[in-house]
């Protein structure tokens, strides 16, 4: 049996790759923070089958030691302070788990055992103000946030010990995925949530940022198949995952508002809090090359995913009303 260690397995991507981990035969554990507070709130319907224990990215002991214990095949670096707003808030903190966490993984692993493979989470926040559209593996970088750089330099060093100590270490370079998990802080959750409470009469407006913003958005459940993909080749590359569309965060809004029958210039409204201090340009991924030796397709239109949103968020909430 295969032994995966996930590192940030209570957010969105954690809970869809324990999932299918699980489909899949493996022992999952599950590294968790400690806190006065618990949220498996993504992970309640496997958390039977999964092994959550302690551990912490600022913490080079912590991070030895479970890997000696767990004895895991596959390690998946999927924690991080992971929002952008408050990577400017907060950018010695976000370098610290988002950076220099993805060194102390490297180094533990060095140190217990070579063989393991080792999956980091890059971002296409690393492209930031793009060089080209869309962007492959080998579009230069240039990132326009804090979270960006972090990524960029967890991205690289990633590079520098596949090569240097002969690891398979490996990122995926995933461009924006969401789901109804996503967090709240996030635009495509935001909008989904706000839309469930309008159209069942417990909200009147919606204030977002900037309308114009583009992305590349996938579901997250696809993407996840694409990081344990990586991991199952023989030789250890690097993938652009993305759709290889790019939408609007109007779009998104006039889909959503859509779906409940109501157009979504009644009800949205632009507010200057939510503008980011610089915006990334036209992010498109290229993911030919995960086409080709992954066999890697997104299988949820963008229409489907925020509808999939939309309904979610009016079923919780319906659900909250209730209770």
Not at 82 to 109: C, D, H, K, N
Not at 258 to 286: C, S, W
Request: aromatic letters at 10%.
């Amino acid at each position: 049996m295969k032994t995966a260690l996930i590192t940030g397995i209570t957010g969105q991507d954690g809970s869809y790759l324990a999932e299918l981990l699980l489909e899949k035969g493996y022992r999952v554990i599950g590294m968790v923070r400690r806190s006065s507070v618990e949220r498996y709130e993504r992970l309640e319907h496997i958390q039977e089958n999964i092994e959550l224990v302690q551990g912490d990215l600022l913490d080079q002991s912590s991070m030895q030691e479970l890997i000696q214990e767990y004895k895991p095949t596959e390690v998946y670096n999927l924690a991080a302070q992971s929002f952008v707003p408050t990577s400017w808030q907060q950018p010695v903190l976000t370098g610290e788990f988002t950076a220099l966490g993805v060194t102390r993984i490297l180094e533990a692993i060095r140190h217990v055992n070579k063989d393991i493979k080792f999956y980091q989470a890059s971002s296409s926040e690393m492209f930031g103000m793009v060089q080209e559209v869309p962007q492959t593996e080998k579009t230069p970088f240039y990132p326009r946030s804090p979270y960006g750089v972090s990524k960029l330099y967890g991205h690289w060093i990633t590079v520098n010990y596949r090569e240097s100590y002969d690891m398979f270490a490996v990122s995926g370079i995933l461009f924006n995925h969401e789901s109804p998990r996503r967090g709240l802080e996030f635009v495509t959750r935001k909008i989904a949530y706000n839309v469930a409470k309008i159209s069942l009469g417990l909200a009147k407006t919606l204030p977002l940022g900037n309308l114009d913003a583009e992305r590349d958005w996938g579901f997250a459940g696809d993407y996840v198949k694409a990081m344990w993909l990586m991991l199952q080749q023989e030789n250890p590359e690097d993938f652009v995952i993305g759709t290889g569309e790019t939408h609007s965060v109007r779009e998104f809004c006039k889909i959503a508002f859509n779906h409940i029958g109501k157009n979504y210039e009644d009800f949205v409204t632009v507010d200057e809090r939510f503008m980011r201090p610089a915006e990334v340009d036209q992010l498109l991924g290229d993911a030919s090359k995960a086409k080709k030796i992954l066999n890697w397709e997104p299988e949820v239109s963008f229409e489907k995913l925020v509808t999939m949103m939309v309904e979610s968020d009016i079923e919780f909430l319906k659900k909250v009303k209730k209770s």
